[in-house]
């Protein structure tokens, strides 16, 4: 009996991987030939642009098929304008994936003004990882730490990407626990907040490291110095969560979230099953490659710790329990601050 078991195992593993052989062929039969068009919720030359072009010219190699590849920039709202472009306008064939933005999932859960997606509907490929965020100012405003802001007597300006995205809204925080900090809006991505701060014109900003991926210089030279930080990541460095008074800590799942979630790739609702999947091991084949590790590292953003679109979709529905009517109506205020 065990020499028939023996010999029929072969035939069950071949039964076993059929499914898998099969199903990778049919995603090559539908993706050879065709181009997969990665629209990016920001200006050319910023954080979220450097990231989404890495991942987007490394993507495209894993998927069965290795179709063409176009990036679209399609900037507004902080990222809502392609989200909504992307679950209104697109098909859902698994050929149009978007990376809008750091915050428009934030946006989603809470259910704000702009939002025509249903954020738990979506299709989630994966993020390349957490990522750390910090308050930098510029050096010549002799603001060393964070002690020293809120006991300057001049206000500082801060650059932000739109009202209700973390470039403003951890300013805000500040602003509304008694630190001297006025915020600027209207920049469209964050390589014309870097200039900004470069020609004088602003005295600080809140970002992600990967800010700086294409501006290292500003750290090289010491033209801008960290003094706050979201993540335990920079030596010396307070973290937003300790400085933060306790009636505030509610809002911290909402405000950290960008840190956590990191850039989510996504599409539209309704892709199908088994094109998503391809889609979301094709994304954690790539993260897990050295070459898209090196240009990764290079444009400074996170390796080694890919979040897969399944886990991102319970940490969507995680926020979205979160954001209560009273946390939602807190991050409304602070989103409402000038």
């Not at 050929?95 to 946006?107: C, D, F, K």
């Not at 805000?172 to 390589?191: E, Q």
């Not at 020609?199 to 700086?212: I, V």
């Amino acid at each position: 009996m065990r020499a028939q078991r023996l010999a029929m195992l072969p035939a069950v593993l071949a039964v076993l991987v059929l499914p898998a052989a099969l199903v990778e062929a049919r995603a090559a039969d539908f993706y050879s030939g065709k181009t997969l068009t990665m629209i990016v919720g920001f200006a050319p030359g910023g954080g979220v642009d450097t990231t989404a072009r890495v991942v987007a010219r490394h993507l495209v190699r894993f998927i069965p098929g290795e179709p063409g590849l176009i990036v679209q920039n399609m900037e507004g709202a902080a990222g809502l304008v392609a989200m909504n472009y992307v679950d209104k306008r697109v098909a859902a064939d698994g050929l149009t994936v978007a990376m809008p933005g750091r915050s428009w999932y934030v946006e989603g859960a809470l259910k704000g003004p702009g939002v025509a997606f249903d954020v738990d509907k979506l299709t989630y490929v994966g993020s390349p990882g957490g990522v750390n965020s910090a308050l930098y100012v510029r050096t010549a405003t002799g603001i060393e730490n964070l002690a020293a802001l809120k006991s300057s007597p001049k206000a500082l300006t801060f650059g932000t990407l739109g009202a209700t995205t973390p470039t403003a809204m951890v300013p805000a925080l500040l602003a509304a626990d008694g630190y001297p900090v006025k915020l600027i809006s209207g920049y469209v991505s964050t390589a014309r907040v870097l200039l900004a701060l470069e020609q004088g014109e602003l005295d600080g900003f809140w970002t992600a490291e990967d800010s700086f991926a294409r501006r290292h210089d500003l750290l090289d030279k010491n033209l801008v110095t960290p003094i706050l930080q979201a993540r335990p990541h920079l030596p010396g460095v307070p973290l937003l969560s300790d400085v933060a008074p306790p009636n505030r800590r509610p809002l911290l799942m909402l405000l950290e979230a960008p840190e956590n979630f990191g850039l989510p790739l996504v599409g539209p609702a309704d892709i199908p099953a088994e094109r998503a999947s391809i889609l979301r091991q094709a994304f954690l084949a790539m993260a897990a490659d050295p070459d898209y590790q090196a240009e990764a590292t290079q444009a400074g953003e996170p390796v080694g710790s890919p979040i897969d679109g399944a886990q991102l979709q319970v940490m969507i529905g995680e926020l979205a329990k979160a954001a209560t009517p009273d946390i939602g109506a807190a991050y409304r205020r602070l989103g409402s601050a000038k």
